[in-house]
T-cell receptor
Framework: AQSVTQPDIHITVSEGASLELRCNYSYGATPYLFWYVQSPGQGLQLLLKYFSGDTLVQGIKGFEAEFKRSQSSFNLRKPSVHWSDAAEYFCAVGTMNYGGSQGNLIFGKGTKLSVKP | KAGVTQTPRYLIKTRGQQVTLSCSPISGHRSVSWYQQTPGQGLQFLFEYFSETQRNKGNFPGRFSGRQFSNSRSEMNVSTLELGDSALYLC???????????FGNGTRLTVT
């Protein structure tokens, strides 16, 4: 069965420092992979997605992620964190049912990011 | 363009009651998905609708049901509410099933 693991429940980084959030997935075929961000009281916003092609994916707000098939990982990175990046981040895998419908996503449990001034 | 609108934002119900949540997708979007978010289980897929047809259904009991109307608006219904149904229910829409999901801010349901 498909699954997504985000090993870090909570991460604190200093403003201006680099960030890497880990994501490991379990899926039998080529996955569709996503990173979403959720601010308190808000819904989820798509940061970036990987379907195929270049394994380094650029997203919004200066985020990028790298797909590593051999490690079943899709880690999210940002070179310099801003205070406004404090939020919860979710990695998700899309199943291949019905031609890779994005409507049925399996999410990790999330990583809460705190930013120190 | 208006985003995904979910109503109501907050809801308090008693065990055994039923509840209906509403979702208006972004104009032009024809696919709507529903997710339940709880601290313990995280985000779990409930259903996906496209052109009034349910395409996918998550692993939830039959008390959870949904539908989509011809204008793409969607509702989900939970009957015989249990305490464990307390959660944030998120709706997401997309142009079609293979397009990026846009989430609403959710409906916070509390069952007492």
């Amino acid at each position: 069965a498909q699954s997504v693991t985000q090993p870090d429940i909570h991460i604190t980084v200093s403003e201006g420092a680099s960030l890497e959030l880990r994501c490991n997935y379990s899926y039998g075929a080529t996955p569709y992979l996503f990173w979403y961000v959720q601010s308190p009281g808000q819904g989820l916003q798509l940061l970036l997605k990987y379907f195929s092609g270049d394994t380094l994916v650029q997203g919004i707000k200066g985020f990028e992620a790298e797909f590593k098939r051999s490690q079943s990982s899709f880690n999210l990175r940002k070179p310099s964190v801003h205070w406004s990046d404090a939020a919860e981040y979710f990695c998700a895998v899309g199943t291949m049912n019905y031609g890779g419908s994005q409507g049925n996503l399996i999410f990790g449990k999330g990583t809460k990011l705190s930013v120190k001034p | 363009k208006a985003g995904v609108t979910q109503t109501p934002r907050y809801l308090i119900k008693t065990r055994g009651q039923q509840v209906t949540l509403s979702c208006s997708p972004i104009s032009g979007h024809r696919s709507v998905s529903w997710y339940q978010q709880t601290p313990g289980q995280g985000l779990q897929f409930l259903f996906e609708y496209f052109s009034e047809t349910q395409r996918n259904k998550g692993n939830f009991p039959g008390r959870f049901s949904g539908r989509q109307f011809s204008n793409s608006r969607s509702e989900m219904n939970v009957s015989t509410l249990e305490l464990g149904d307390s959660a944030l229910y998120l709706c997401a829409s997309s142009l079609e099933p293979n397009s990026p999901l846009h989430f609403g801010n959710g409906t916070r349901l509390t069952v007492t």
